[in-house]
């Protein structure tokens, strides 16, 4: 097999199990693999450290899949990855009041960019590496054995395979395709999702066990659901018998859909509230009228893309939390989040911090929240974490 060897002192994350090697790190390629291609990764003393998926083309120039010299990536090496992701999410699969997560996050269980949901009978897959996209017809075949699901809908439209030089891509791989709303179930709730053209594989799922925390203290509280999407957060809040709920996105295709997602569970939505507008106007807007809530929900998208937007990133973040304060009533809750993975929890709080301090109110961390166990951060791969929130109270 042909080999990519790396510089001198440079093999630390490798031993590490760190899944990514970057151009800089490498000394040369030895052979003449194609992008997409398995190689060797080896230390510049020619030791073997790792199988990797080679890519000259990105900045991650191989993910690594193995680190056991006899365990060469091939079908039956794939298969037991997938075992693994199922076996992991057993207790998901066994609960009957949720049918929809993730059953496999990519590098974190040990399938580099490659991300399957499952929705109900179905499956959703993106696969966002070049060295995935090259096995794309193999991992189909081998998750209709062993998920055995009424159809594989991909979904590799994410920009990010465009700095792996691929071209967007959806469509049918396996099975029939799914109906253009699928309902599915969280918790006990009901929702309609748009596999096909809705938000990335189309529902946050990543969110399912903070929906439940949050539905805590919803009883009776005027809630304000801040980049609601389909109304996952304030499903939840109907059903723990909230007050009066604002729905917030600038999609107004989202609204709709959370309105139906609220009538499908039985909410009365006559006295509810839908907005489509702009988060950051909007706001301002609610404080120029002297609005207040109970219960305030910050969900925004992910601010952060790059080393370069996180400044930029952390001024959004302290902006909307800062007027969600002051828009909250005297020892009211925020549930706030940032699902950029560029901002680290500790960050995060100091944002809430400095948001506290501008707004002049105390505030109290009640509980710490992360990503749902269905998207396992992996111990050697700290960027499989991403999604930190945390429930305020503000006094
Ligand atoms: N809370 C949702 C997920 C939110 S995803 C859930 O539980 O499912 C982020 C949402 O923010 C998207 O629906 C997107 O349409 C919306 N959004 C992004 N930027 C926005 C802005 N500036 N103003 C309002 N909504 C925005």
């Known amino acids: ?36 291609d398995l190689v060797e990764v080896r230390d510049a003393g020619g ?46 699969a066994a609960d009957t009041a949720t049918d929809a997560y993730r059953l496999v996050y990519a590098e974190a269980d040990g399938l580099p960019g490659l991300i399957v949901d499952r929705y109900g009978d179905y499956l959703v897959v993106q696969f966002l590496i070049l060295g995935m996209e090259r096995r794309k017809e193999e991992i189909a075949d081998l998750l209709m054995e062993l998920a055995a699901p009424r159809g594989i809908w991909e979904r590799s439209d994410a920009p990010v395979r465009a700095k792996e030089g691929l071209l967007l891509a959806a469509g049918l791989l396996r099975g029939t395709p799914p109906p253009d709303r699928l309902e599915i179930l969280e918790n ?8 096909m053209a809705g938000q990335k594989t189309g529902f946050y799922l990543d969110q399912r066990d903070n929906r439940q925390r949050v539905r805590a ?11 609601c999407y389909s109304g996952g957060f ?14 917030l996105d600038s999609s107004a295709d989202a609204l709709a859909l959370a309105a139906e997602n609220l009538r499908l569970n039985g909410r009365e939505v006559s006295k509810d509230e839908f907005l489509t507008a702009d988060v950051f106007e909007q706001l301002r807007r609610f404080r120029g009228e002297s609005r207040t809530f109970d219960l305030v929900i910050l969900d925004p998208p992910k601010f952060a893309h790059s080393q370069a937007e996180v400044a930029r990133a952390t001024r959004g973040y302290k902006d909307i939390n800062l ?23 500790d960050l995060f709080q100091k944002v809430v911090f400095g948001a506290a301090v501008d707004a002049g109110r105390d505030v109290q961390i009640l509980e710490r929240l992360s990503q749902g166990p269905d998207h396992p951060i992996l111990l050697t791969f700290p960027e499989s974490e991403y999604l930190k929130g945390l429930i305020c109270r503000v006094w």
């Open 1 to 36: 097999m042909d080999q990519l060897i790396l510089k001198k002192g440079r093999a630390k994350p490798a031993l590490h199990r760190h899944p990514w090697i970057f151009s800089g790190a490498v000394a040369c390629i030895d052979g003449n693999p194609a992008d997409g």
């Open 47 to 92: 030791n073997f450290l790792a199988y990797g998926l080679l890519n000259r083309r990105s900045q991650i120039v191989a993910r690594l899949v193995s680190w056991e010299r006899d365990q060469m990536p091939d079908t039956a090496l794939w298969r037991r990855r997938l075992e693994r992701a199922l076996a992991g999410r057993a207790a998901l």
């Open 188 to 195: 006990g709730q009901r929702f309609l999702v748009d596999l």
């Open 217 to 227: 203290y919803c009883p009776d509280q005027t809630v304000l659901d801040v980049f």
């Open 234 to 247: 304030s499903v939840h809040a109907a059903a723990a018998g909230a007050g009066c709920l604002s729905l």
């Open 323 to 345: 007027l969600a304060m002051q828009l909250l009533c005297r020892g009211g809750i925020l549930a706030t989040f940032s699902c950029s993975g560029l901002v680290s929890a």
